[in-house]
């Protein structure tokens, strides 16, 4: 093992549903020979830390540190990485590289297991959220609104060299979580694809959806304010305002082969968006409402056989896969940089839907600490 790092950690803590993150001590797992450490540099602000931190799913394992759209730097590695038999990338990981970790921490990795052996850890029905979760020994697992991350070396991903650090951020969650379902459900050239919702997933929805060829992107939103972002800036082929433009369902009717769902609240035009869909289209949601989804007419579903589905994260190998597409194309998604120390205002302003489109917390501590 290389050096020894202390065995407690400083961020920025969530204690209940109400008060506001505090800046202090918490124990992160214990290091075992599978695991890394990291220094951490960045972390975005994802819609799923606003849902955890106001319990908005369930009840949160407080104390709590959210964020896991992690960039830092490994500071220590055990001895076990370098012949890793579950990942052979991560056996690559040294000291010293810039690593990124997404919103998934372990899963089971056992051979018997139809997900782990598929390579889709991320349905592992044992999987390890990247906080808010526990490990197999009952450690709590905690992210990167830190100054450290300690946890296995599977699930953590060096990011290539032309990737800005505050830009790979994001990529980390939001970038895989419609990266993964725009690659699996057939995004590329000859489709028509809707994203749903123009937020942190969203804009990368339009950025990877236009990455990987598709014909036409179509951005869908409530209002008209981010169609000049949409258009001239992520490169959508076309804007739909859902609460401005009358008949909208009508006028787009069948007009696309796959839709990505993005939003966050249940009040949504869920029927209507699936009008949208072409004969057998995809609609994949991975917007994740605290309450549950609008109710739907038989008809909705039968008329043209639409197919509606979910997807979780991403797997490892969709992460590696993302973030090259990522490097080849100039993936770089939009963002505006935070100092941490500032987490609970940012926190407020992306509840409150000001980012443009994401949020990255920066650790000018960590940074300085290094020079
Ligand atoms: N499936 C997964 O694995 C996964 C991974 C990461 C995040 N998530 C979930 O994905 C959701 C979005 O996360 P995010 O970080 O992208 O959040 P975000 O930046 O706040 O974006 C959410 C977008 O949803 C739209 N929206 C909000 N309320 C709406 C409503 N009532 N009707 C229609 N549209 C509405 C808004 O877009 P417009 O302003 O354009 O209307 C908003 O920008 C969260 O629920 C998060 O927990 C899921
Ligand atoms: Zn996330
Ligand atoms: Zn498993």
């Given at each position: 093992?290389?050096?020894?790092?202390?065995?407690?950690f400083?961020?920025?803590?969530?204690?209940?549903?109400?008060?506001?993150?505090t800046?202090t001590?918490?124990?992160?797992?214990?290091?075992?020979?599978?695991?890394i450490?990291?220094?951490?540099?960045?972390?975005?602000?994802c819609?799923t830390?606003?849902?955890?931190?106001?319990?908005?799913?369930?009840?949160?394992?407080?104390?709590?540190?959210?964020?896991?759209?992690?960039?830092g730097?490994?500071v220590?590695?055990?001895?076990?990485?370098a012949?890793?038999?579950?990942?052979?990338?991560?056996?690559d990981?040294?000291?010293?590289?810039?690593?990124?970790?997404g919103?998934?921490?372990?899963?089971c990795?056992?051979?018997?297991?139809?997900?782990?052996?598929?390579?889709?850890?991320?349905?592992?029905?044992?999987?390890?959220?990247?906080?808010n979760s526990?490990y197999a020994d009952?450690?709590?697992?905690?992210?990167?609104f830190a100054?450290?991350w300690?946890?296995?070396?599977?699930?953590?991903?060096?990011?290539?060299?032309?990737?800005p650090?505050a830009?790979?951020?994001p990529?980390?969650?939001?970038?895989?979580?419609?990266?993964?379902?725009l690659?699996?459900y057939?995004?590329?050239?000859?489709k028509?694809?809707?994203?749903v919702?123009?937020?942190?997933?969203?804009?990368?929805?339009?950025l990877?959806?236009r990455?990987?060829?598709?014909?036409?992107?179509?951005?869908?939103s409530?209002?008209?304010?981010k169609?000049k972002?949409?258009?001239?800036?992520?490169?959508a082929?076309?804007f739909?305002?859902?609460?401005e433009?009358?008949?909208?369902a009508?006028?787009?009717?069948r007009?696309?082969?796959?839709i990505?769902?993005?939003?966050?609240?249940?009040?949504m035009p869920?029927?209507?968006?699936l009008?949208?869909?072409?004969?057998?289209?995809t609609?994949?949601?991975?917007?994740?409402?605290?309450?549950?989804?609008?109710?739907?007419?038989?008809g909705?579903?039968?008329?043209?056989?639409?197919?509606?589905t979910g997807?979780n994260?991403?797997s490892?190998?969709?992460?590696?896969?993302?973030?090259?597409?990522?490097?080849?194309?100039r993936?770089?998604p939009?963002?505006?940089?935070?100092?941490?120390?500032?987490?609970?205002?940012?926190?407020?302003?992306m509840?409150?839907?000001k980012?443009?489109?994401?949020?990255?917390?920066?650790n000018e501590m960590e940074?300085?600490?290094r020079?």
């Amino acid at each position: 093992m290389s050096s020894t790092t202390p065995d407690t950690f400083k961020g920025w803590v969530s204690h209940s549903a109400t008060s506001p993150l505090t800046f202090t001590t918490f124990h992160p797992k214990p290091f075992t020979e599978t695991d890394i450490e990291v220094s951490i540099t960045h972390c975005g602000i994802c819609g799923t830390d606003i849902h955890t931190l106001r319990s908005g799913w369930g009840p949160a394992d407080y104390p709590c540190v959210v964020g896991h759209e992690i960039i830092g730097i490994v500071v220590r590695i055990g001895t076990g990485v370098a012949t890793l038999a579950s990942s052979p990338p991560s056996r690559d990981i040294r000291l010293g590289d810039r690593v990124g970790i997404g919103a998934q921490s372990m899963s089971c990795l056992r051979g018997d297991c139809s997900a782990c052996a598929d390579g889709q850890e991320n349905y592992c029905a044992r999987m390890t959220g990247t906080y808010n979760s526990r490990y197999a020994d009952e450690s709590k697992a905690y992210g990167g609104f830190a100054t450290r991350w300690r946890g296995p070396a599977h699930f953590a991903f060096r990011i290539p060299h032309s990737l800005p650090s505050a830009e790979a951020a994001p990529l980390l969650c939001g970038g895989v979580t419609v990266f993964a379902p725009l690659r699996k459900y057939g995004a590329g050239s000859g489709k028509s694809v809707g994203i749903v919702g123009i937020g942190g997933l969203g804009h990368l929805g339009i950025l990877f959806a236009r990455a990987l060829g598709c014909d036409r992107v179509v951005a869908i939103s409530r209002s008209s304010s981010k169609r000049k972002d949409a258009i001239e800036g992520l490169g959508a082929h076309a804007f739909i305002a859902t609460d401005e433009e009358e008949k909208w369902a009508r006028t787009h009717s069948r007009s696309l082969d796959l839709i990505i769902c993005t939003v966050d609240a249940s009040d949504m035009p869920l029927t209507q968006y699936l009008r949208l869909l072409k004969v057998h289209g995809t609609f994949v949601q991975v917007g994740a409402p605290e309450k549950p989804l609008p109710q739907l007419t038989a008809g909705s579903l039968i008329q043209k056989g639409a197919k509606v589905t979910g997807s979780n994260i991403g797997s490892p190998e969709d992460i590696r896969s993302m973030l090259q597409l990522a490097a080849d194309k100039r993936v770089l998604p939009w963002i505006q940089t935070r100092p941490m120390e500032d987490v609970n205002a940012a926190v407020a302003d992306m509840d409150a839907g000001k980012a443009r489109y994401r949020y990255v917390l920066v650790n000018e501590m960590e940074k300085q600490a290094r020079l």
